[in-house]
């Protein structure tokens, strides 16, 4: 079992930047590959951003590439999704999940994939 708690949501001006961070506790997060997604009002979640447990390979979903970066801190059991050149439609809420297995890039896209997840955190990106 794994807890995951995120931080560091907020509300920022477009263009603005913010960086999440999800703490993993119960077992070492190195153990697991971890994923972002969000869900903003009316929609269903989204991937956003993945990175496997030795930080070795990332993915990310179009609408973000060149403006989010997701990385890890193994040592302090904790993923972070620095987020830059927000824009309002980057507004949501969002979530940090992890999962034991390994897979393709698609795999990881994928909600079913991820065994755990945290409650989320507000990010509100205004024009």
């Known amino acids: 079992q794994v807890q995951l708690v995120e931080s560091g949501g907020g509300l920022v001006q477009a263009g603005g930047s913010l960086r999440l961070s999800c703490a993993a506790s119960?077992?070492?997060?190195?153990?697991?590959?971890m994923g972002w997604f969000r869900q903003a009002p009316g929609k269903e979640r989204e991937f956003v951003a993945a990175?496997?447990?030795?930080?070795?390979?990332?993915y990310y979903v179009d609408s973000v590439k060149g403006r989010f970066t997701i990385s890890r801190d193994n040592a302090k059991n904790t993923v972070y999704l620095q987020m830059n050149s927000l824009k309002p439609e980057d507004t949501a809420v969002y979530y940090c999940?992890?999962?034991?297995?390994?897979?393709?890039?698609?795999?990881?896209?994928?909600?079913?994939?991820?065994?755990?997840w945290g409650q989320g955190t507000q990010v509100t990106v205004s024009s």
């Open positions: 999940a992890a999962t034991g297995k390994y897979g393709s890039s698609s795999w990881f896209t994928r909600e079913t994939t991820y065994d755990y």
């Open positions: 119960g077992r070492p997060s190195s153990n697991y590959n």
């Open positions: 990175i496997t447990w030795s930080g070795g390979n990332n």
